[in-house]
T-cell receptor, first 118, second 117 residues
Framework: EAGVTQFPSHSVIEKGQTVTLRCDPI?????LYWYRRVMGKEIKFLLH????????ESGMPNNRFLAERTGGTYSTLKVQPAELEDSGVYFC????????????????FGAGTRLSVL | AQKVTQAQTEISVVEKEDVTLDCVYE???????LFWYKQPPSGELVFLIR??????QNEISGRYSWNFQKSTSSFNFTITASQVVDSAVYFC??????????????FGTGTSLTVIP
């Protein structure tokens, strides 16, 4: 079974440009999460999808960040325009429906996208 | 508010030594989950263990063991007879337990473990 896949693995852009990160969750996982780790700090929650709906977006830093999950499969996270402080590693995670499995609340993570804004 | 503290930023040990990674958490929830993840150089976070707040039994899995103490709000992780392959960043995390739709994780800042051959 394929794990969580994220593209690209590394992106270097200039301040003011736009970048789109993509996440393919584990097949059949309804829950999809985005997190971010700024260098040396904790991994912080950004938002949570249940299928195609945003369940919780309390961690989104500002309106320069837009996340979508059309069709409830893969998700994209767009940063427009990017600022220097957006640099970090963006992780995606997915989990099964917690109501239907004993493995509820276990999130499976991808390798992240390292974003460098210059 | 939920918070996870991993006070050890970096640890170096010589191969075959035992090492304990500390994790202290804060939460007002009565039921919650605690997790440990390993991040090897390849980058992905690998799930190691989930512990329910109701279950204070310590767990052992091969060279890995976990000591959960609710009285001190700690969930420490010990690697016995460390190996070079154990070199990685280890994250402790906390989430609420009861939700119909899943919950966000609260992570610590991670502990970077280097095992020297």
């Amino acid at each position: 079974e394929a794990g969580v896949t994220q593209f690209p693995s590394h992106s270097v852009i200039e301040k003011g440009q736009t970048v789109t990160l993509r996440c393919d969750p584990i097949s059949g996982h309804d829950n999809l999460y985005w997190y971010r780790r700024v260098m040396g700090k904790e991994i912080k929650f950004l938002l949570h999808f249940v299928k195609e709906s945003k369940q919780d977006e309390s961690g989104m830093p500002n309106n320069r960040f837009l996340a979508e999950r059309t069709g409830g499969t893969y998700s994209t996270l767009k940063v427009q325009p990017a600022e220097l402080e957006d640099s970090g590693v963006y992780f995606c995670a997915s989990s099964q429906d917690p109501r239907s499995t004993r493995k509820k609340n276990i999130q499976y993570f991808g390798a992240g996208t390292r974003l460098s804004v210059l | 508010a939920q918070k996870v503290t991993q006070a050890q930023t970096e640890i170096s040990v010589v191969e075959k030594e035992d090492v304990t990674l500390d994790c202290v958490y804060e939460t007002r929830d009565t039921t919650y989950y605690l997790f440990w993840y390993k991040q090897p150089p390849s980058g992905e976070l690998v799930f190691l263990i989930r512990r329910n707040s109701f279950d204070e039994q310590n767990e052992i899995s091969g060279r890995y063991s976990w000591n959960f103490q609710k009285s001190t709000s700690s969930f420490n992780f010990t690697i016995t007879a460390s190996q070079v392959v154990d070199s990685a960043v280890y994250f402790c995390a906390l989430s609420e337990a009861w939700s119909n739709t899943g919950n966000q994780f609260y992570f610590g800042t991670g502990t970077s473990l280097t095992v020297i051959p």
